[in-house]
């Protein structure tokens, strides 16, 4: 029985140590289910502490970005607040994104984390280090507007529209350039349709001209048939019509044959608008004559009666003078030719004028004692050749050059840019058998017509030589007119402050100038000499007060180079119109102090 009693002893106990080591094990069960929930609560809300933290830290990163664009921004600005009334830019600050910023060191936590490897439950300690705060104190700046001159604000409002620019914008540009193309090649179908009815045009002249040509052939043959028709002024006309007729016709055949090279081109080129062009006349031509000429038709040995004829020719235009004859003609021993009717209009820098002297000898008719007389006071007898003197003989070998002859050309000179303001002249191809020395004096009128509907005008900023000053510039034919304001100019119909003589200009291009002038961007300078007169210096003679002349230099900048570039391409067009057609304008000089080194 004891036996069997310690047995029973042997098993309960047993059975209390394993539900005591259950009641154990469920208690540290307990514990760490207690124990890791408290720890998840702890790491939520670190979390929420860390993200609270780098949301913080990244507001006052974005602040400080802000500070310091504005301060590099003022730091950049060099120029006075003169206009503070003007629209503020915004300044373009970068985006702060969450991949741009990112903190580089992450919150130091250490876990201790002790496993018992044993039959009793894992006993897990956890040790959690807060991060610590990081803040960033920024000073309140309020952004200012940046300091920036009215050119600078234009400049900046031309780049912002381009930078501002859209799609549809973009897409009109193409469409205006398109359009553009179209009206460059409508441009050259209608002057080539120019070119072809100026041909036809000339064609039926031809025609005309070759007709007259008929007419007065056979008037002629008439003439020369009939004894009694020789050197008379049947005659005389014959040959004036002839003479006309067959000029014309050559020169509209020279001109069909230009314009036909340009049709068979291929490019043909439109010529631009030009800004101006002038207009030419012939207003007097005064040829001396040899002193044995002049004895041998005041002595009446000369049997035949010279007659003369000028023709001036620029394109398919033939003008021509009245015709003159030695008998009735002869002043201040040389023909003089009064005129009123040779002029040339729309003639561009580029023109060339043919001036042609022709003459013919008839058989003189009997003169009167009366016309004689006269003709012989009008005319200033020069000294005789030792060689020649009065004989009848020297006046006929002076005028073997036309004897049974129609109208011969003695000479011509050819009119152009380069030698238009000459007054004196020699005949080129001269016949030195003529009455003429080969001399000839022209006396010429010249005027400019300008193209109105040309202008240029737009805002400008002159150096008066302490300060720039913005004005509206206004160029109007040879005059450069300013204005304070635009809509002085365009609404109130107001005189202008000023205006600028070009004839006065001595520039032989404008363009852009060294920094010792001007260190401005965009800059150029008009060089102007004016007259002044000077009334210390005065002649002992006739008492007159001399002029002296004085070169200014005006300085302008355009607030691009798009307005730099439009201004120097236009008057470097116009100064050379101007120095043609302006017979008082100042020639070009070499300024070298103006060149860009």
Partial sequence: MKHLSKRQDYSIRPDDE?????????DTIN???????????????????????????????????????????????????????????????PKATGDSVKLTEETNRTS??????????????????????????????????????????RRE?????????????????????????????????????????????????????????????????????NPDQRGSSSQLAAEQILLLSTQRRTACKEEIEKIESKLKSPVLRVPEVPLASGSISIERIFLPLKSDFIVGQVND???????????ATCGERVLETELLDSSTSIQNAAITFELNKLLFEGLDKDFEILFELYGMALSKEKHHHDKKSSLMSSIKIPPLSPKLGRSKKAANQMITYSAN??????????????????QDYELEEFMYNSPFTGQIQV????????????????????????????????????????????????????????????????????????????????????????????????STKDNKVHKTTEQRSLIFAADSKEDFDKWCEHLNKLLPMIRVWEYNAKPPQDLKFLEQK
């Avoid at 394993?18 to 094990?25: E, H």
């Avoid at 939520?44 to 590099?72: F, P, R, V």
């Avoid at 799609?167 to 540009?173: E, F, K, Q, V």
């Avoid at 002859?405 to 000459?422: E, P, S």
């Fill in 18 to 26: 394993i539900s005591k080591l259950i009641d154990q094990v469920e």
């Fill in 31 to 93: 514990e760490y289910e207690n124990s890791l929930h408290s720890i998840a609560e702890e790491k939520e809300e670190t979390e929420a502490e860390e993200e609270k933290i780098n949301k913080q830290m990244i507001d006052d990163l974005g602040e400080k970005d802000q500070l310091n664009s504005t301060t590099s921004l003022i730091k950049s600005s060099t120029k006075a607040n003169l206009y503070p009334n003007l629209l503020e830019f915004k300044q373009t600050e």
């Fill in 112 to 153: 201790t984390i002790e496993r018992a490897e044993c039959k009793s439950p894992t006993i897990i300690q956890e040790t959690v280090q807060t991060p610590t705060k990081i803040t960033i104190r920024s000073q309140n700046i309020k952004p200012t507007t940046p300091m920036r001159t009215l050119s600078q604000y």
């Fill in 157 to 225: 409002q031309k780049q912002r529209a381009v930078n501002n620019a859209t799609p549809s914008t973009i897409t009109l540009d193409i469409e205006k350039a398109r359009l553009k193309e179209e009206m460059e090649n409508a441009r050259s179908v209608i002057y080539q349709d120019g070119l072809k009815k100026k041909v036809e045009q000339l064609r039926v002249l031809i025609e005309k001209y070759e007709k007259g040509i008929e007419q007065s052939s056979n008037a002629l043959a008439l003439c020369l048939k």
């Fill in 301 to 311: 040995q000369d049997p035949l009666n010279h007659h003369f004829i000028c023709l």
């Fill in 405 to 422: 002859q129609g109208f011969t050309r003695l000479g011509y000179i050819k009119f152009n840019w380069n030698n238009i303001l000459n």
């Fill in 443 to 538: 006396e010429l009128k010249m005027n400019a017509i300008y193209n109105t509907e040309i202008e240029l005008e737009d805002f400008l900023n002159e150096y008066d030589g302490k300060y720039w000053k913005s004005r509206y510039y206004v160029l109007r034919g040879y005059l450069l007119a300013y204005w304070q304001y635009k809509e002085d100019y365009t609404d109130r119909n107001q005189p202008s402050l000023g205006t600028i003589d070009l004839r006065n200009c001595v520039n032989r291009k404008i363009g852009p100038v060294s920094l010792n002038v001007c260190p401005r961007s965009h800059s150029f300078v008009l060089v102007i000499e004016d007259e002044i007169l000077d009334r210390q210096k005065k």
